[in-house]
Antibody
């Protein structure tokens, strides 16, 4: 059974960089046919797609993040990571890592989710 | 690319059927059969319920079904049960630069 687990600081200071890692177990991040992505959910609000990456390259981001997001893969550790720069209070959210079926660019539907991790941006 | 539009809330009595709409544009729902639906209970990660408009993943109850007409997709829950009380989100591929867009979310209440 595939499992995804987010890890990283739960508190980040405003203007600094948020860094999260997702460890994949029960399957390989190099499996064909899947993107690996990040989704976030501010407290009490809806879901927002941040971006997705394919293990061999090909990265796609939500343009609303104005180039602040970077996603990269470490195949040797079966992990992928998110960096979000210049954070503000608006970036406070539960961050989920996920696997997306690669039918279309950036992924088509999400079949596996991590449990989510709350990141709070402090002023 | 704005979020897909869903009603804020839908309610029904146990045993009834309800439908949740998801309205997009010709750049997403209206052109592509890549609509999916997710169920999210409080404090939990979302769970895939429907993909490619009508397909149910293994293990999802057949009380959940999906459809699409024009720019609007729908999730129908039949034989409503107390455990169906949750938030529901649709999503779609979009040909805009956003690629992947979620709906605004619908809270389902079982009366």
């Amino acid at each position: 059974q595939l499992q995804l687990q987010e890890s990283g600081p739960g508190l980040v200071k405003a203007s600094e960089t948020l860094s999260l890692t997702c460890t994949v177990s029960g399957g390989s991040i190099t499996s064909s046919g899947y993107y690996w992505g990040w989704i976030r959910q501010p407290p009490g609000k809806g879901l927002e797609w941040i971006g997705s990456i394919y293990h061999s390259g090909g990265t796609y981001y939500n343009p609303s993040l104005k180039s602040r997001a970077t996603i990269f893969v470490d195949t040797s550790k079966n992990q992928f990571s998110l960096k979000l720069s210049s954070v503000t209070a608006a970036d406070t959210a539960v961050y989920y890592c996920a696997r997306l079926a690669a039918i279309t660019l950036a992924g088509t539907w999400i079949d596996y989710w991590g449990q989510g991790t709350l990141v709070t941006v402090s002023s | 690319q704005s979020a897909l539009t869903q009603p804020a809330s839908v309610s029904g009595s146990p045993g009834q059927s309800i439908a949740i709409s998801c309205t997009g544009t010709s750049s997403d729902v209206g052109t592509y059969d890549y609509v999916s639906w997710y169920q999210q209970h409080p404090g939990k990660a979302p769970k895939l319920m429907i993909y490619e408009v009508t397909n149910r993943p293994s293990g999802v109850s057949n009380r959940f079904s999906g459809s699409k007409s024009g720019n609007t997709a729908s999730l129908t829950i039949s034989g409503l049960q107390a455990e169906d009380e949750a938030d529901y989100y649709c999503s779609s591929y979009t040909s805009s630069s956003t690629f992947f867009v979620f709906g605004t979310g619908t809270k389902v209440t079982v009366l």
